[in-house]
C-alpha cells in the first residue's frame, strides 16, 4: 500500500506527462495485488499508441508547436522592433552620426563667434550707402529688366566684336579713283573665272561624245 502510494506521489516520475496518469494507475493497482505488466518497453508503446489515437494529446501536440511557432514569431518581431526603434533613435544613440553632428554644430559656433567679434565692422559697412553704377529700376518693372537680361546675353557678349567692327568701318579710307580700281580688279577677276567655267564644260562635253 505504501509502495502503490510512494509511486502514485513520486514527482520524480521518468514517465511522459500525457501517460503519467495512466502509469500511476497501473503501479496503484498492482500495489493492491492485481497483476498487471508495467514493464517500460511497453509503457512506451502504450504512450506511443496514446499518443496517434488519443485527439486530446494530439489537441496537446498542436498546441505545443502552435506555442513554439508563437515563440519563433515573438522573437523575430522583438528583433523588428529593435532594428525599428534603432532607426528612430539613430540620430541621437550612433556614435558616428553624432560626431558629424557635433562637428557641424562647432563649424556653427565658430562662424556665430566671428560674426560677433566683427559685429562693429560689419555694423559699420552695413550703414556706408552704396557705391557704385547701378541701374536704377522701378519695382513695377522688375519682372521686364529680369526677362531682359537672357534675352540680350548673345548680344552682349559679341559686342566687343561688333565694336572693333565699327571702329574698322571709320577708320578704313577709300577713296573714288581707288574704290573704280578695285571694283574694275573684282569684275576682270569675275570674268576670267566664267571663262574657265565655260571651256570646262565645253571639255566636259567633249568628253561625252567620246
Known amino acids: 500500500?505504501?509502495?502503490?502510494?510512494?509511486?502514485?506521489?513520486?514527482?520524480?516520475?521518468?514517465?511522459?506527462?500525457?501517460?503519467?496518469?495512466?502509469?500511476?494507475?497501473?503501479?496503484?493497482?498492482?500495489?493492491?495485488?492485481?497483476?498487471?505488466?508495467?514493464?517500460?518497453?511497453?509503457?512506451?508503446?502504450?504512450?506511443?499508441?496514446?499518443?496517434?489515437?488519443?485527439?486530446?494529446?494530439?489537441?496537446?501536440?498542436?498546441?505545443?508547436?502552435?506555442?513554439?511557432?508563437?515563440?519563433?514569431?515573438?522573437?523575430?518581431?522583438?528583433?523588428?522592433?529593435?532594428?525599428?526603434?534603432?532607426?528612430?533613435?539613430?540620430?541621437?544613440?550612433?556614435?558616428?552620426?553624432?560626431?558629424?553632428?557635433?562637428?557641424?554644430?562647432?563649424?556653427?559656433?565658430?562662424?556665430?563667434?566671428?560674426?560677433?567679434?566683427?559685429?562693429?565692422?560689419?555694423t559699420t559697412r552695413l550703414q556706408q550707402p552704396v557705391i557704385g553704377d547701378n541701374l536704377r529700376v522701378e519695382a513695377a518693372y522688375h519682372d521686364h529688366v529680369r526677362e531682359l537680361f537672357p534675352m540680350i546675353t548673345v548680344h552682349l557678349a559679341r559686342l566687343n566684336q561688333n565694336l572693333e567692327t565699327i571702329q574698322w568701318s571709320h577708320d578704313f579710307k577709300q577713296t573714288d579713283d581707288q574704290l573704280e580700281e578695285s571694283l574694275n580688279g573684282i569684275a576682270g577677276k569675275l570674268a576670267q573665272i566664267q571663262t574657265g567655267l565655260q571651256d570646262i564644260a565645253q571639255l566636259r562635253s567633249t568628253l561625252q561624245n567620246f
Open 1 to 122: 500500500m505504501e509502495e502503490a502510494s510512494s509511486a502514485f506521489s513520486n514527482p520524480w516520475a521518468s514517465e511522459e506527462p500525457q501517460t503519467q496518469a495512466l502509469s500511476n494507475i497501473l503501479r496503484f493497482a498492482k500495489g493492491y495485488g492485481y497483476k498487471c505488466d508495467t514493464d517500460v518497453g511497453e509503457s512506451k508503446g502504450l504512450q506511443q499508441q496514446l499518443g496517434s489515437q488519443a485527439a486530446s494529446l494530439q489537441m496537446i501536440d498542436r498546441l505545443r508547436q502552435k506555442t513554439d511557432q508563437m515563440k519563433e514569431i515573438n522573437s523575430i518581431s522583438s528583433s523588428i522592433q529593435k532594428r525599428l526603434m534603432d532607426k528612430e533613435t539613430r540620430d541621437i544613440t550612433h556614435q558616428d552620426i553624432l560626431e558629424s553632428k557635433i562637428s557641424t554644430i562647432s563649424s556653427l559656433n565658430g562662424h556665430l563667434q566671428t560674426i560677433l567679434e566683427k559685429k562693429q565692422e560689419l
